[in-house]
């Protein structure tokens, strides 16, 4: 069998859920900080990249910048855009970025530095420091803003691509194990390239894969069933799959599963109940609820169920 191709990454089992958990962190932000959710065209027109031909978007920069222009954001200005999504570079992995286009105020720019610094946080980092390097016409007054938000910075020489004016890394460890995670700054400049048109914009953006290094696993939230139903024979597996439908639809976090010991059940399904179909209970339509926390079991008619549940958890 063929293996994955270099530097390409599948998602998937563990993976995937610390991938998810990224993603729902990053997504709560741009919430709280009012930013919209977005996603680029897949392919973009080579001349951005000084390409002939189209190619798959390598940034999640230059798609929003070209949407800002096609879509006529004017009357919506400012437009702040979150952005997280695979992008073609050499690693070809998921980049996240946060975007404001359309006013020319600092107030943003130290908003941005303040909101990436706080996302980091929130993943467990604690060994922080942000180099900034800004032009004298910006400095005082970006200095000022990013003091009212208690962002302790660094100043430091930076080249970083499409940003002028501006510039900024938030980089996460000790002494010579520095890693930048995060960089950005005024896009403004890069962005007139693109268009003849006016154009403010700041931005940063990251990748999820350095998050994921960066990530302790007891950072992750652990993840519990409501209920795991369990069914022994074939008539009880039909009643088992009715009940776990109606606790789904009811919003219940379920499985459904043969039946198993207690042990392999909380390794494999961690759960606060196990709901068991017994065939002689069937005729009274009667189940055992096994409360896992405590131990304790009672039967319970299944129209009272719902309700029994929703009481209780």
């Excluded at 993603?23 to 900080?33: D, K, P």
């Excluded at 609820?289 to 131990?295: G, I, Q, S, V």
Aim: hydrophobic share 40%; aromatic share 12%; glycine share 6%.
């Amino acid at each position: 069998m063929k293996k994955r191709l270099e530097n390409m990454v599948d998602v998937y089992l563990k993976r995937a859920k610390v991938y998810d958990y990224i993603h729902r962190v990053l997504a709560s932000f741009a919430e709280i900080y009012h930013y919209d959710f977005s996603e680029s065209a897949l392919m973009e027109d080579g001349s951005y990249y000084h390409e002939k031909e189209s190619v798959l978007r390598r940034d999640c920069l230059v798609g929003r910048i070209r949407a800002f222009y096609e879509e006529d954001f004017q009357k919506e200005l400012p437009v702040k855009l979150f952005a997280h999504e695979v992008v073609m570079n050499e690693r070809a992995e998921k980049e996240y970025g946060y975007f404001v286009f359309g006013k020319d105020n600092l107030s943003y720019m130290a908003e941005l530095i303040s909101l990436g610094v706080r996302i980091l946080e929130a993943f467990g980092l604690r060994h922080l420091s942000v180099y900034l390097d800004a032009s004298d016409f910006v400095k005082e007054e970006l200095y000022r803003d990013l003091d009212a938000l208690d962002i302790d910075y660094e100043e430091k020489k930076l080249h970083i691509s499409k940003v002028e004016e501006i510039a900024f890394q938030i980089v996460d460890g000790e002494s010579d194990q520095k890693k930048v995670l995060i960089e950005g700054g005024d896009v403004s400049s890069y962005g007139r390239t693109l268009s003849s048109a006016s154009f403010f914009g700041y931005g940063f953006w990251g990748f999820t894969e350095d998050i994921v290094l960066k990530l302790r696993e007891e950072m992750l939230p652990q993840e519990e069933l409501d209920v795991v139903v369990t069914y022994g024979s074939t008539m009880e597996e039909e009643r088992a799959l009715y009940l776990t439908q109606e606790l789904r639809l009811n919003g219940f976090k379920c499985e459904m599963i043969s039946r198993d010991t207690k042990e392999k059940i909380m390794k494999n399904y961690p759960t606060h109940y196990v709901l068991s179909v017994l065939e002689e209970d069937m005729k009274t339509s009667l189940v055992l609820l096994t409360d896992l926390l405590t131990n304790e079991k009672e039967k319970i008619n299944e129209m009272d169920l719902i309700g029994h549940l929703d009481v209780h958890l």
